[in-house]
């Protein structure tokens, strides 16, 4: 790669690319190659100027957004950055499942000035897919596609008699963490009494179309939280987007708080956040584990969940899309484990007493 992140923007609407590009200009470090309005000039733009990275609309004239991604990812694999408007949350992570390393979010999906909105997200994103490993992303995606038949068995499996088994399970990622976390509950083949949450780094309007996603692979209840859900064994609590997830007890239960984002937060979700909140409520009967991700969110998390007597977990080096969140968690002396991908559900549920 050259001193300059070369990108390529692919767009049918003359404003989206227009603007795209003047932002993109705008950036120190950041060279725009050239742009194409639809998915066959892309194809042939992305073999002759061979860019750094692509920004990427779905839906495009003459070849869509997904037998792009399909066939670049089979010929010159190349980080893909998908800008898209809300209305089109479901294809964002089938996006993300041909090879995609990530999205932003169109704040409108009409011709609007406030595309300039998404500026400092883009810019951040670009920097994080551009450090992304390709081949981690299309093993990633591999997996995602081999488990993305819809779940059908409910058989239940007797929980072993460990008493030091772990009820309560928090999950933090962000760059490369859709496609993980679905391979993660994919491989929970029947129910477990055990709850989970999840902090995913995602804008608003996304996190129940992600959620509902995740539910069609798991027997589990996934779902996008919601202020007042009861924490209850069974049930997987996704962050909204944009929003930060917290938990307190009230009466004989324990539930969930819907918090707005801090002044100067980074991360939303935090999985810090959410990490020293569930540590408050459930203390040492805790495994926090955290994924793929750019950025150091979740670090001091797993070091107040150790603290306090819980488990924690990172996912290792070798599968990791970007290796930034689980290696700062690692650094802080605090994790008792460190295990690929596939090995990372096996180890939950060990944890758990299955």
């Known amino acids: 790669?050259?001193?300059?992140?070369?990108?390529?923007?692919?767009?049918?609407?003359?404003?989206?690319?227009?603007?795209?590009?003047?932002?993109?200009?705008?950036?120190?470090?950041i060279e725009v190659v050239d742009y194409a309005c639809d998915g066959e000039e892309g194809l042939r733009k992305v073999f002759d100027l061979k860019p750094d990275l692509i920004t990427l609309d779905l839906e495009m004239p003459r070849l869509d957004g997904f037998s792009f991604l399909r066939i670049v990812m089979q010929n010159r694999p190349t980080p893909v950055i998908v800008v898209s408007a809300r209305s089109d949350n479901e294809n964002v992570f089938k996006a993300l499942e041909f090879g995609a390393v990530d999205f932003v979010s169109k704040p409108s999906s009409r011709i609007s000035p406030e595309l300039f909105?998404?500026?400092?997200?883009?810019?951040?994103?670009?920097?994080?897919?551009?450090?992304?490993?390709?081949l981690k992303v299309l093993k990633r995606a591999a997996r995602s596609k081999d488990q993305s038949d819809t779940f059908s068995s409910h058989s239940r499996v007797n929980r072993g008699t460990n008493k030091n088994a772990i009820n309560h399970v928090v999950i933090g990622a962000s760059t490369g963490g859709p496609p993980a976390l679905q391979a993660i509950f994919s491989n929970i083949k029947n129910p477990v009494e055990v709850f989970f949450a999840v902090s995913q780094h995602m804008?608003?309007?996304?996190?129940?179309?992600?959620?509902?996603?995740?539910?069609?692979?798991?027997?589990?209840?996934?779902?996008?939280?919601?202020?007042?859900?009861i924490v209850r064994?069974?049930?997987?609590?996704?962050?909204?987007?944009?929003?930060?997830?917290?938990?307190?007890?009230?009466?004989?239960?324990?539930?969930?708080?819907?918090?707005?984002?801090?002044?100067g937060q980074r991360y939303v979700p935090s999985v810090d956040i959410m990490f020293n909140s569930a540590v408050k409520v459930f203390g040492s009967d805790l495994l926090g584990v955290v994924l793929t991700g750019m950025g150091n969110d979740g670090a001091l998390g797993t070091a107040h969940i150790k603290e306090h007597g819980g488990l924690t977990l990172a996912e290792s080096e070798d599968s990791c899309v970007v290796f930034g969140m689980p290696k700062e968690a690692i650094a802080t002396g605090k994790v008792d484990w460190v295990k690929p991908l596939a090995r990372i559900s096996e180890k939950i549920l060990s944890k758990c007493g299955y």
């Open 203 to 229: 804008p608003p309007g996304f996190t129940k179309a992600f959620a509902d996603r995740l539910n069609k692979y798991c027997p589990l209840e996934i779902k996008e939280a919601e202020a007042g859900d």
């Open 233 to 263: 064994s069974g049930r997987v609590l996704i962050a909204p987007g944009g929003k930060n997830l917290e938990f307190r007890r009230h009466q004989n239960d324990v539930v969930a708080v819907v918090s707005e984002a801090r002044i």
């Open 117 to 134: 909105n998404i500026r400092d997200d883009l810019v951040s994103k670009i920097h994080e897919a551009a450090n992304a490993n390709m």
């Open 1 to 29: 790669m050259t001193d300059k992140i070369r990108i390529l923007v692919i767009d049918d609407s003359a404003f989206n690319r227009r603007t795209i590009i003047k932002m993109l200009e705008s950036i120190p470090g």
